[in-house]
């Protein structure tokens, strides 16, 4: 069972704590404030299961591509390391992984009996970075700054 704080949506990556530092860390929050739309819904189904990852789906994707190209921007413009680009981003809500070797078969029929599931409803009001981490059979991470999306209407940026 996964804890509910422990589900996530991955938007991107700022680099590892060696490439990264904490005036850095510091400013891209910063600048990430100050440009971060508004508070938004997104409805997560179905569930989908592949060799490495059982998943939902999450629509629409608009809003999540527009902060994911936010944060993309603020971290190419302070010179980051890591980032993916916003061009290859695909939303999805993971909630379970195997890095070990498996035949999908399996977890795609097993999850296909879950594909009847009611769509689960969320709300998007704030942006975490974290330090990420691996511990046996999970990921881990601690929050190092809790951006809030603003509460109505649009952002300037």
Do not use: N
């Amino acid at each position: 069972m996964i804890d509910a704080a422990d589900l996530h949506l991955t938007l991107t990556r700022a680099g590892s704590r060696d490439q990264i530092t904490d005036s850095e860390i510091d400013t891209l929050t910063s600048i990430a404030a100050d440009r971060l739309g508004p508070i938004f819904e997104l409805t997560a189904h179905p569930l989908a299961g592949s060799a490495g990852a059982v998943r939902y789906s999450v629509t629409p994707w608009t809003p999540v591509i527009a902060l994911h190209a936010t944060l993309s921007t603020v971290h190419d413009e302070l010179g980051l390391p890591g980032g993916k680009s916003t061009e290859r981003f695909r939303p999805h809500l993971g909630v379970a992984y195997s890095r070990g070797e498996r035949a999908a078969q399996p977890v795609i029929d097993t999850v296909a009996t879950l594909r009847a599931l009611p769509p689960v409803d969320l709300t998007i009001a704030h942006v975490d970075l974290v330090e990420l981490r691996r511990e046996p059979g999970r990921y881990a991470w601690d929050l190092l700054h809790r951006v809030p999306l603003a509460q109505t209407g649009t952002t300037e940026g």
